[in-house]
């Protein structure tokens, strides 16, 4: 059943809304009555659920407080609490990444594989819960260390003494007679190409010996002279630990935390 209320104008005098305020009264009336009856049809049953049982609901708590039911059942609430996850397995995870291992590294880790837990394995959900409370969450990190083995630095230094002279060079010249040409007016007249002093040792010649000084800084014939060599070694040896390192995480208030 609907009820329309008629909307009062303010530019109505009193006289004339009145008709429409004993209208809206009325249905008013009409409306608060079919909710009372709805009420009691509705209710009814209920109350007369609860006048039936009262006396037996009120020796029921009467008896448990007696037996102390409450301090009982809140134990045994915590007894199903702390093992609720004993028959599950736990999730075991191998983590992805080779970590070097330190403390810095070591709760990185740590903080990443919380996160990733809490978003991959969600405890709870809007309006379900898909893992219990004290599940255990295995997560194996393969760690490596790194050591310095070698970190040297060698010098050789040698010495050797250079030595110098000075050098001379002979050359030896002769007049040649080319194209049938006579030479001085008394000397026969040559053959065609030009002859060597062994062939012709009538040929005029002559010696020239020209010298160069060969010398080091300031004059010197001899000095010394060094090499000078650095040599420099490093060895830095990295290694995977044979053991795992073992991150325990368990489900603790509806949360993956790590397991103390």
Avoid at 196 to 219: G, K, M, Q, R
């Amino acid at each position: 059943m609907s009820y329309t209320f008629n909307k009062l104008i303010s530019s109505d005098y009193v006289g004339n809304s009145l008709s429409t305020v004993n209208l809206n009264y009325n249905d008013l009336d009409l409306w608060t009555s079919n909710i009372i009856l709805s009420s009691e049809k509705y209710y009814e049953p209920l109350k007369n659920f609860y006048l039936f049982y009262k006396d037996f609901w009120k020796d029921t708590i009467n008896y448990s407080i007696e037996i102390n039911a409450i301090p009982r059942l809140t134990s045994f609430q915590t007894n199903v609490l702390e093992n609720s996850a004993k028959w599950i397995s736990p999730i075991v995870l191998y983590y992805p990444l080779i970590t070097e291992n330190n403390i810095q590294n070591l709760e990185n880790l740590t903080q990443n594989a919380l996160e990733w837990m809490n978003t991959t394995y969600p405890v709870s959900s809007i309006g379900n819960t898909n893992i219990v409370e004290n599940t255990l969450g295995l997560v194996y990190c393969l760690l490596y260390e790194e050591e310095t083995r070698i970190d040297t630095t060698f010098t050789k230094i040698s010495t050797t003494r250079c030595i110098t002279n000075d050098s001379s060079a002979t050359v030896e010249c002769w007049i040649a007679y080319l194209n049938n040409i006579g030479c001085y007016g008394d000397r026969n007249v040559c053959a065609n190409f030009s002859r060597t002093l062994a062939d012709h040792p009538d040929s005029p010649s002559c010696e020239n010996i020209f010298t160069v000084e060969c010398a080091y800084e300031n004059n010197e014939k001899q000095i010394d002279r060094n090499g000078i060599v650095n040599i420099n070694s490093y060895f830095s040896d990295r290694y995977e630990k044979d053991e795992f390192y073992l991150l325990k995480l368990i489900v603790k208030s509806c949360n993956w935390t790590i397991y103390e």
